[in-house]
């Protein structure tokens, strides 16, 4: 038997991002879900979607693997401290903060900076969206026009507040945790993923960039399953 899992999108998109690494968990016999954080609107923050994430974790029953993409590494460590219903972490080249660190101020120490922030375009309403071609250059990098369309149809918006607060705890002090490093991306770099990584119990590698979950889900999943059954 295994863990159920929960899997926390990161800024831009929504809980439809890992549809694909669902299915190919299932294909694992691994129960999995996705939820839509509150930052995809205006009056989300940091704590509103940490507060989810415990609400969906509770409602799972039993302890779970906590699954976060991209921004949704913040949301998880803040989500996961003190936190008896988290089994494992799993952060997907995912923001790793140290004590009071926001995801702002982690980008502005990677050593090989990426150009996501280019592609913002801010709204009146504090949230902003990623321009088409910037997404596709700097976050589906590595996957085909085919593979990118729909994606890039369905992306959001996304709470620029969330970006400057800083997690108020570090649950991946308290849990284990694995590290999925993506190699060819191009949001947060390699290197920097890989000091995250140090932190964390174990780390994999995956020759993708900063979406796994559309252009290597089955790969991502194996990594996901891996950790749902350790914790059985």
Same mark, same amino acid.
């Given at each position: ?24 968990? @299932? ?7 996705? %939820? ?24 799972? @029953? ?10 949704? @590494? ?134 993708? @960039? ?13 990594? %996901? ?8």
């Amino acid at each position: 038997m295994s863990k159920p899992v929960l899997l926390v999108h990161g800024a831009f998109t929504g809980a439809w991002a890992w549809n694909g690494v669902i299915d190919e968990l @299932g294909k694992q016999g691994v129960t999995a879900t996705a %939820i839509d954080l509150p930052s995809r609107g205006p009056q989300g923050t940091l704590a509103a979607d940490a507060q989810a994430v415990r609400e969906a974790l509770k409602n799972l @029953g039993e302890p779970a693997v906590l699954v976060g993409h991209s921004y949704a @590494g913040a949301v998880i460590t803040e989500a996961s401290v003190d936190n008896d219903d988290v089994a494992h972490l799993v952060y997907v080249c995912a923001a790793l903060p140290q004590a009071g660190e926001s995801v702002a101020a982690l980008l502005q120490r990677d050593p090989e900076p990426g150009q996501l922030g280019t592609a913002m375009q801010p709204a009146e309403d504090g949230t902003a969206t990623l321009d088409r071609q910037g997404a596709k250059d700097y976050v589906f990098n590595d996957a085909t026009e085919a593979q990118a369309a729909p994606v890039l149809d369905a992306m959001g918006s996304h709470a620029l507040v969330t970006l400057g607060e800083a997690v108020t705890g570090l649950g991946w002090t308290q849990h284990p945790s694995t590290y999925v490093v993506c190699t060819l991306d191009k949001s947060f770099s390699p290197a920097l993923q890989r000091e995250f990584a140090s932190h964390t119990s174990s780390v994999v590698e995956i020759e993708a @960039g900063h979406g796994p979950m559309l252009t290597k889900p089955a790969e991502l999943a194996d990594v %996901i399953a891996t950790a749902a059954r350790s914790d059985a």
